[in-house]
């Protein structure tokens, strides 16, 4: 399974951004992939996930951002917006067969990370 997260960058704090999450090696859709950030001196910790239709996201994020995936182009997508400088990090997506989804040393596979920097 390959990964690649895309869609970082630097925006003004309550400005959105979208992120994207490519897969591919394997059958898309028997995998739930889950978004993860990690700040610098902080742990890596859950944002969101979504297997089928519908997601998760954490309650720091939730109302915030929605994550959503396209089956069709193995995409899946963390969409954000209200961001705040507190939401400043390295966003990775990463993918599990089973297991518990708010775990990271749960995910199999992971993508590269992109940066995700809100200025105030």
């Known amino acids: 399974v390959q990964l690649q997260a895309s869609g970082g960058g630097l925006v003004e704090a309550g400005g959105s951004l979208r992120l994207s999450c490519r897969f591919s090696?394997?059958?898309?859709?028997?995998?739930?992939i889950g978004w993860f950030r990690q700040a610098p001196g902080k742990e890596r910790e859950f944002v969101g996930s979504?297997?089928?239709?519908?997601?998760r996201t954490a309650d720091s994020v939730k109302g915030r951002f929605t994550i959503s995936r396209e089956n069709t182009k193995n995409m899946v997508y963390l969409q954000m917006n209200s961001l705040k400088p507190e939401d400043t990090a390295v966003y990775y997506c990463a993918a599990q067969y089973r297991g518990s989804v708010y775990r990271s040393g749960e995910y199999e596979y992971w993508g590269q990370g992109t940066q995700v920097t809100v200025s105030s």
């Open positions: 090696g394997r059958t898309f859709t028997n995998y739930e």
């Open positions: 979504i297997r089928w239709s519908g997601g």
